[in-house]
């Protein structure tokens, strides 16, 4: 096993250049995706907070009267996907309104008629995605005996459609360098196997299976892909502490900001796929040459 | 007198040709050899020597004919199975086919390594190997630098470490002073006296002299020109 593993550290040794240059191609596209998992992970719990996971106000219009709340509530039922709804009638809304302003707004207490309307606040079984959300406020909203629900769509909706894009963008790129990290891996095997040639050859004449000569390039491109990964993990480490800190001595008095870096799953995951790439370029290239 | 006269034929070749191109390499060869036997095969450069021994081991595939070694037809051999008949012959090659970048140790070593031997096991049997060849102690020197008679030595250690039952030998002894030769030949001698079976081709006729026992195939242009029994 140590014999083997020597040889495979002096085959790697005899091909450096190469096999830094796919060590570096699999880092970088393995970082330019777990950046992008990074951000969305954290965009979209902080997202979901500021949207206070799913809650929206069902704003009932003035024909309302609480003898139609039962009817109403069925109505809102049979929309699904609805877990929990507390109806806050609008002198509930008016007292707490009255409790969270306290005495700085005295004009409140010289108001003749309450203001405020009747509510339903609502809790979605699916808060895990805003487009969720939005499209059952759509469907709520075209109630008769609703006017508004609210749920921070304005300019939240406006952000999420950036989100949407910049997601989209993300995809596609993350996308790209993983076909190029696959091409480059590919590639190196070939150059590597066509530089062992005359052994692979020799070794073929004193009767080495096609298993035994593929093994060694395996294990080169199985090592190739998780260094890539556990490279590309700590530079996105070194990346994320310095900016975080940055980021919440900054932005912490403003807003809420629950940032994390990627969940140790994440982290599995995608060393995992890393050295899988490695293995994967292995495959095809080895594939197309032994046919 | 033939030795082994009563044993099964070990390799047979039915009326083999072998072209390259247009290029007749072998013409309409049938020949049977016994196991435990020695055949030289000796023939001018070109008559085919070397291509005779590679159809054996199925570097090259015949043109025509048919090859049974030990009884399994050589046509019917599937890539899967080939590396396996090929663990079957040790073969010493003109050109040694030394891999450049290994130490002779691991050269010699890689046909066990091939063969999934224990690291205990071929440890002992390449050294013991290179101490029979008087390699020992270029063990774990590069082969390049070595001589030609020194890489013809490592060539034939290699060819022996399995313990083959046959040996495939192209002028192993080519690139040699006359010591050195001498010194391959009573190597072969000794695993031929061991029970292998030993094709060594050579445009040297002398050398069939220092035989005791075998037979010397002719090759002129591809074609059997004549089988002749040594006998001293
Ligand atoms: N790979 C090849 N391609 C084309 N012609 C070849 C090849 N190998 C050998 N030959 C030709 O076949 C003939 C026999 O060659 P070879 O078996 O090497 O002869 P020998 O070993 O007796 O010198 C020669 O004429 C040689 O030029
Ligand atoms: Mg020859």
Known sequence: ?291 | MRANSGKANIIRLFNVTKRYGGKLALNDITLDIEPGEFIFISGPSGAGKSTLLKVLYLAERVSEGQILIDGMNLARISSAKLPFLRRRFGMVFQDFKLIPNRTVFENVALVLRVAGEKPSYIKKKVMHVLRVTGMEKKANHLPQPLSGGEQQRVAVARAVVGEPSIILADEPTGSLDRESAQRVLDLLLGYHQNGATILMASHNIEQMNRFSKGRNIILEDGTLKGISTILC
């Open chain 1, 1 to 291: 096993m140590m014999r083997f593993l020597n040889k495979v550290r002096t085959d790697i040794r005899s091909n450096r250049f190469l096999n830094i240059i796919t060590i570096m191609t699999i880092a970088l596209s393995i970082l330019l995706v777990s950046v992008f998992i990074l951000f969305f992970e954290n965009a979209s719990r902080i997202l979901s907070a500021w949207n206070h996971g799913g809650r929206a106000m069902v704003y009932l219009s003035d024909s309302f009267t609480p003898a139609m709340l039962p009817n109403v509530k069925e109505q809102l039922i049979s929309m699904g996907s609805i877990e929990k709804m507390v109806f806050i009638p609008k002198t509930q809304a008016l007292e707490r309104l009255k409790k969270e302003m306290g005495s700085k707004i005295q004009f409140l207490s010289t108001l003749q008629e309450n203001p405020l309307p009747d509510a339903i606040e609502i809790t979605m079984t699916a808060h895990s995605s805003f487009e969720q959300i939005q499209k059952a406020a759509a469907r709520i909203e075209a109630l008769d005996i609703v006017d508004t629900v609210e749920y921070g769509q304005g300019w939240l909706g406006r952000f999420l459609k950036l989100f949407n894009l910049f997601k989209m963008t993300g995809y596609a790129m993350s996308g790209l360098f993983l076909m190029i990290a696959l091409f480059i891996t590919a590639n190196t095997v070939r150059l590597a196997f066509y530089a062992r040639q005359t052994e692979v050859e020799i070794m073929r004449l004193v009767g080495a299976t096609d298993g035994f000569i593929k093994t060694p390039f395996y294990v080169e491109g199985l090592l190739q892909g998780f260094i890539g990964g556990v490279l590309g993990m700590i530079i996105l480490l070194a990346g994320y502490l310095t900016l975080s800190s940055g980021i919440s001595r900054n932005l912490d008095a403003y807003v809420y900001l629950d940032i994390h870096f990627l969940s140790w799953q994440a982290v599995a995951i995608i060393l995992f796929s890393s050295t899988f790439l490695g293995w994967f370029g292995c495959f095809i290239s080895l594939k197309q040459i032994l046919k």
